[in-house]
Antibody, heavy 118, light 107 residues
């Protein structure tokens, strides 16, 4: 069974760093790109970027480029989303998703809620 | 970025009704469009890929059509479990972009 299991909810202060994770199982992790999607409270879905776990090649949305880092460790089938300096506006639910064919996502993580507050 | 404009933003319908949601792209995206359903507190679920292909296991009352810039998502007979927010998503160009969502409620 294909699963993407994300790390648990986080509460952080502005300026702190954070890395959340997404562990894939039940499939060949290096065969499918992983994307990250943000959903701010009560808002819609925003595509942040994606990574090819086979070689860690990444694409970022310009809206997120420079503010987050997407990485992967194929030895443990895990993708990461990282911030070096959080802002209150980073408060959101973050989902990882597996890229199926050319652009659709059939498997999603359960989401990681990140709360940034002083 | 390609802008995806969904309408309506919210919709109230009765069980058994035919429901239609539209999604317009700011430029030609061929058929590179997907539709998702999201229920409160849950991750999105893929319903339709490549504009008109029904994902495996998704009920046949869901359908999609369109190409170029104009797309339609239809529920042929609304069921109580279809209450959710629906999103279109284009993947013709990076960054991939989603519509703003259509919140569907039961009348």
């Amino acid at each position: 069974e294909v699963q993407l299991v994300q790390s648990g909810a986080e509460v952080k202060k502005p300026g702190e760093s954070l890395r959340i994770s997404c562990k894939g199982s039940g499939y060949s992790f290096t065969s499918y790109w992983i994307s990250w999607v943000r959903q701010m409270p009560g808002k819609g879905l925003e595509w942040m970027g994606r990574i090819d776990p086979s070689d860690s090649y990444t694409n970022y949305s310009p809206s997120f480029q420079g503010h987050v880092t997407i990485s992967a460790d194929k030895s443990i089938s895990t993708a990461y989303l990282q911030w070096s300096s959080l802002k209150a506006s980073d408060t959101a639910m973050y989902y990882c998703a597996r890229l199926e064919r050319d652009g659709d996502y059939n498997y999603w993580g359960q989401g990681t809620l990140v709360t940034v507050s002083s | 970025d390609i802008q995806m404009t969904q309408s309506p933003s919210s919709l109230s319908a009765s069980v058994g009704d035919r429901v239609t949601i539209t999604c317009q792209a700011s430029q030609d995206i061929s058929n590179y469009l997907n539709w998702y359903q999201q229920k409160p507190g849950k991750a999105p679920k893929l319903l339709i890929y490549d504009a008109s292909n029904l994902e495996t296991g998704v009920p046949s009352r869901f359908s999609g059509s369109g190409s170029g810039t104009d797309f339609t998502f239809t529920i042929s007979s609304l069921q109580p479990e279809d209450i959710a927010t629906y999103y279109c998503q284009q993947y013709d160009n990076l960054p991939q972009t989603f519509g703003q969502g259509t919140k569907l409620e039961i009348k």
